[in-house]
T-cell receptor
C-alpha cells in the first residue's frame, strides 16, 4: 500500500463549479500537508501548505486536513479554465526531510 | 533572478552510457532535491541535500550519484544508464523549514530516454 493515495482522475467540471480534490494517507507521523499544481510539461508549483489539522484559505483555494481520518482536501471555488492542470498532494513528518507525493489528479475545467 | 534552472531539457542515452543532469538555483536556498516523475507514480525523491557538502538518499537512489560543492549547484549523475531510468527529472530548491517565509521552486525538468 502506498503511503499517500490520490485518485488519478481525470476529473472534468464546468467553469464556475467548486472542485474538490482529495488524498488519503497511512503514516500518522505526517504533520505538513502540501498541494502542488502542475501544468502539462512543466515543473510542479507549490500552491499552499498546512501544518497539522485545520483549514487554510488562499484566494479561491482552501486546503483542509483531517488527521483523525488521515484525509486531506483541496477546494477550488469559481473554477476557471486556467485551473486545468494536474494537482499533486504531498506530505512530510515534522522532523523528516523527505516529502512524499501522491500520484496526482488530472483536472479539466470546461468553458 | 532565474529561479531553478535545469539542463539539458531533453536527452537520449544508450544503455550503459553515463551523464550528468545539471541543476542550479540563485535564491541561496539550503535545501535542494532531485525527483523523478513517471506516469501514475507521482514524484519520487532520488537524493537531497540540506546544504553544501551534505547529501542523503531518497526513496529511489540506486543508479544515481549526487554531490553539493556549492550552495547554487546540485548535479545528478547517472552512472550507467538503464531503460528503467527513462523518466522526467525535476530538481527543486527550498528555503528550509516550513515557516512563514517558506518557499519551494521546481525546475522545468529534463526528459530522459534510455534506449
Amino acid at each position: 500500500q502506498k503511503e499517500v493515495e490520490q485518485d488519478p482522475g481525470p476529473l472534468s467540471v464546468p467553469e464556475g463549479a467548486i472542485v474538490s480534490l482529495n488524498c488519503t494517507y497511512s503514516n500518522s507521523a505526517f504533520q505538513y500537508f502540501m498541494w502542488y499544481r502542475q501544468y502539462s510539461r512543466k515543473g510542479p508549483e507549490l500552491l499552499m501548505y498546512t501544518y497539522s489539522s485545520g483549514n487554510k484559505e488562499d484566494g479561491r483555494f482552501t486546503a483542509q486536513v483531517d488527521k483523525s481520518s488521515k484525509y486531506i482536501s483541496l477546494f477550488i471555488r469559481d473554477s476557471q479554465p486556467s485551473d486545468s492542470a494536474t494537482y499533486l498532494c504531498a506530505m512530510k513528518g515534522s522532523s523528516a526531510s523527505k516529502i512524499i507525493f501522491g500520484s496526482g489528479t488530472r483536472l479539466s475545467i470546461r468553458p | 533572478n532565474a529561479g531553478v534552472t535545469q539542463t539539458p531539457k531533453f536527452q537520449v542515452l544508450k544503455t550503459g552510457q553515463s551523464m550528468t543532469l545539471q541543476c542550479a538555483q540563485d535564491m541561496n536556498h539550503e535545501y535542494m532535491s532531485w525527483y523523478r516523475q513517471d506516469p501514475g507514480m507521482g514524484l519520487r525523491l532520488i537524493h537531497y541535500s540540506v546544504g553544501a557538502g551534505i547529501t542523503d538518499q531518497g526513496e529511489v537512489p540506486n543508479g544515481y550519484n549526487v554531490s553539493r560543492s556549492t550552495t547554487e549547484d546540485f548535479p545528478l549523475r547517472l552512472l550507467s544508464a538503464a531503460p528503467s531510468q527513462t523518466s522526467v527529472y525535476f530538481c527543486a530548491s527550498s528555503s528550509g523549514g516550513f515557516g512563514e517565509d517558506y518557499e519551494q521552486y521546481f525546475g522545468p525538468g529534463t526528459r530522459l530516454t534510455v534506449t
